[in-house]
């Protein structure tokens, strides 16, 4: 899985509209489309498949506050730096809070019946959910800031999406305990604003038409690694035997 932009250095820059036009078009490749994600709004899947997803998905929740951290690593702007570590904050929580999103996807877990040892052990993670997950962590440690940020606005699709799935959950899937959903609600607001925050940047930072369609590849990029970690948990058979 690899980033390879291309773009060509002499083409006119997008029009504003153009480049959010461009960016909002990646939402064709959201994960909300995965087939997994599909039977989960219809209330076809099983409890066993549930559980599974919540485990996997786990492990990209609680690596965000880290791909953030690393955006912050390589961004030498103050006024940026200060705006984005609220992120961090949202999901690892504040100091003596029991809140946050790693926090709150605990307690989804636990209304689905996953306890939470288990799911912070880390030992239901599959192969394909760690690599796909890691990939996006290394590319925010190693692309230029601008383009990482880029990468985070698959928020822009989200909320759509959780609303979807917040309605199907309840629907159904009635022993889900509704208290375990808060993590889902809570981004309802906190996903709008941060997409809109990584988008002003992305506009006022992206001004040649090389910057905008690097852009436009890391998002692409990000919806690819959203749909391989689902490839996995939707197969849910490919991890290694215990013995070699």
């Known amino acids: 899985m690899t980033f390879t932009p291309t773009a060509d250095i002499d083409a006119a820059p997008w029009t504003e509209d153009e480049f959010v036009a461009a960016l909002r078009a ?35 929740q609680r690596s965000i506050p880290i791909k953030d951290a690393a955006i912050l690593s390589n961004c030498p702007e103050v006024e940026i730096r200060r705006e984005w570590i609220s992120r961090i904050i949202d999901h690892d929580g504040a100091e003596g ?18 306890d939470r040892e288990t799911i912070r052990s880390e ?3 599959l192969p394909g959910v760690r690599y796909s997950v890691d990939a996006y962590v290394n590319f925010c440690r190693q692309e230029p800031w601008v383009f990482a940020v880029a990468s985070s606005l698959t928020e822009l699709f989200g909320p759509g999406a959780i609303k979807v799935r917040l309605v199907a959950l309840e629907e159904h899937y009635p022993w889900i305990d509704p208290a375990g959903l808060e993590y889902f609600r809570s981004r309802l607001t906190l996903a709008p604003r941060d997409a809109q925050y990584a988008l002003d940047v992305s506009l006022e930072r992206c001004r040649t038409r090389a910057d905008q369609e690097r852009a436009v590849a890391a998002l692409s990029f990000k919806t690819d690694l959203l749909w391989a970690q689902l490839d996995a948990i939707d197969r849910g058979d490919t991890r290694p035997g215990a013995e070699g």
């Open 26 to 60: 990646q939402g064709t490749r959201y994960h909300d489309q995965h087939p997994f994600h599909v039977r989960m709004n219809a209330g076809e899947l099983s409890r066993e498949e549930l559980q599974r997803w919540v485990a996997n998905r786990y492990y990209y």
């Open 97 to 114: 809070e029991s809140s946050g999103g790693i926090e709150s996807w605990l307690r989804l877990g636990e209304s689905l019946g996953v």
């Open 123 to 125: 030992r239901l993670v």
